[in-house]
C-alpha cells in the first residue's frame, strides 16, 4: 500500500465525526470546500482534485436512499 494511503489511514481510523459543514479559504472568497470535522480537531476538506482546484462533493449512499452534501443543496 502507498505510504500516503497509510498516513491517512493511520490519521483517520477510530476517529469520530464532529461536524459536518463548509469551509472557506479566504473571507470573501466564493467557493466553500465541505467538509468533515474531526473529534480531535483535523478537518477532512473535499476538493475535486489533489491540487484543490476547486470544492468537491460528499456523497453517502445508503441501502435505501442517496444524499449528496454540495453548496446548493444547503440553499435549498
Same mark, same amino acid.
Given at each position: 500500500?502507498?505510504?500516503?494511503?497509510?498516513?491517512?489511514?493511520?490519521?483517520?481510523?477510530?476517529?469520530?465525526?464532529? #461536524? /459536518?459543514?463548509? *469551509?472557506?479559504? !479566504?473571507?470573501? +472568497?466564493?467557493?466553500?470546500?465541505?467538509?468533515?470535522?474531526?473529534?480531535?480537531?483535523?478537518?477532512?476538506?473535499?476538493?475535486?482534485?489533489?491540487?484543490?482546484?476547486?470544492? #468537491? /462533493?460528499?456523497? *453517502?449512499?445508503? !441501502?435505501?436512499? +442517496?444524499?449528496?452534501?454540495?453548496?446548493?443543496?444547503?440553499?435549498?
Amino acid at each position: 500500500m502507498p505510504r500516503i494511503l497509510t498516513d491517512f489511514r493511520r490519521e483517520l481510523i477510530g476517529r469520530t465525526i464532529k #461536524g /459536518v459543514g463548509y *469551509l472557506q479559504y !479566504e473571507a470573501g +472568497e466564493a467557493q466553500v470546500w465541505p467538509c468533515l470535522l474531526l473529534d480531535n480537531e483535523a478537518v477532512i476538506v473535499v476538493q475535486c482534485d489533489d491540487a484543490g482546484n476547486g470544492p #468537491g /462533493v460528499l456523497r *453517502l449512499v445508503t !441501502e435505501k436512499e +442517496e444524499f449528496t452534501l454540495c453548496q446548493t443543496a444547503a440553499k435549498e
